[in-house]
């Protein structure tokens, strides 16, 4: 199982990369940003000890493609692609919030509604509301980065003003933006039998001012997706909802004994399940894009890489 789980390339004019979870992102002259998607696999903030295969691709694949069913709505950061792992784009000042975005009480929100919440980010949930009910309009949750570590942290918009994290100039268009981005979403999901049940999206601001949509967008690591057939039967019904995200894997870690707290091990990832991973990205892959996946030639990815990205640059 060849993957792609840490990239140490050396491209020109580079000034610096910076290793998120899962992408690892390549200044080029402080212009371009070259963003290579690596197969980790992150849960619960930490990266699992094996790669997915093709699942660096298909993340890749499905932003690009999602980015230009959306650029008519809301400007991008994206320029080219040249490698099936690889997004070039303009470089920005990234903001320091994640707009969380719900359409459905599910994953955290549920969680916090269970534990007899009612407010989420500083806003309100309805009384009488089961798991995987839809909320009576979808509700912007921000997350923001833990001081320490990487965790992501539920604030208010309140908070996010009053800190002086985002102005509120700024703040009204990240929520506009959002919302637009949701709706659109929602409207290719249901096109392909899904509903989207939350997502996540992050924004940046380029050298000229401009407020952008960077890194991912509606793909399983940013967004929950149910299948439409038999939603209402299985709620009305009690039943768990069918879905396609990285909920799963946060399910198997779960039963395995493991959330990512504090004396916690991870749970050893057999071969066989770690294949069964890759089918379900494949099959999210194909179910909201409506295409065949095609995998990429993986017999030499580092260089495969390189190579083009190489090209691309000159």
């Known amino acids: 199982m060849n993957t792609i789980v840490d990239t140490n390339f050396n491209f020109p004019n580079q000034k610096s990369v910076y ?36 699942k660096g691709q298909i993340l890749n694949q499905i932003a690009t493609k999602m980015m230009k069913e959306t650029e008519d709505l809301v400007p991008n950061w994206l320029v080219a692609t040249p490698d099936p792992n690889v997004a070039v784009g303009h470089l920005c000042e990234p903001f320091k919030v994640e707009m969380v975005i719900r359409g459905y009480m599910s994953g955290h929100a549920a969680r916090e509604y269970k ?4 407010m989420l980010c500083g806003v309100e949930m309805p009384e009488g509301m089961k798991e995987n009910d839809k909320f009576p309009e979808a509700i912007i ?10 965790h992501d942290e539920d604030i208010s918009r309140e908070d996010i003003l009053k800190k002086g994290i985002v102005s509120e100039a700024d703040y009204i268009v990240l929520e506009d ?22 997502t996540k999206y992050e924004f940046g601001k380029t050298k000229d001012g401009r407020i952008v949509l960077i890194d991912e967008i509606h793909t399983p690591d940013s967004s929950r997706y149910f299948y439409a057939e038999g939603y209402q039967e299985r709620q009305d019904k009690g039943e768990a909802q069918k879905q396609l995200s990285k909920e799963f894997v946060r399910q198997w870690l779960i039963s395995n004994g493991f959330q990512g707290l504090e004396g916690q091990t991870l749970p050893e990832m057999s071969d066989a399940y770690v294949h ?15 295409e065949t996946f095609v995998k990429a030639d993986v017999s030499d990815i580092h260089n495969r890489i390189e190579t083009n990205v190489l090209a691309y640059l000159k």
């Open 19 to 54: 290793k998120g979870k899962v992408r690892e992102v390549y200044n080029i002259n402080d212009e371009q940003l070259v963003m290579v998607a690596t197969d980790r696999l992150s849960a619960f903030d930490v990266v699992m000890p094996k790669g997915i295969p093709y």
């Open 115 to 118: 534990a007899g919440k009612r």
């Open 141 to 150: 949750t921000p997350a923001t980065k833990a001081e320490m570590g990487d």
């Open 177 to 198: 933006y959002t919302r637009k981005l949701f709706q659109r979403g929602t409207e290719i999901a249901a096109n392909r039998g899904l509903i989207l049940v939350d």
């Open 276 to 290: 069964s991973v890759s089918e379900r990205y494949i099959e999210l892959y194909e179910q909201i894009t409506g």
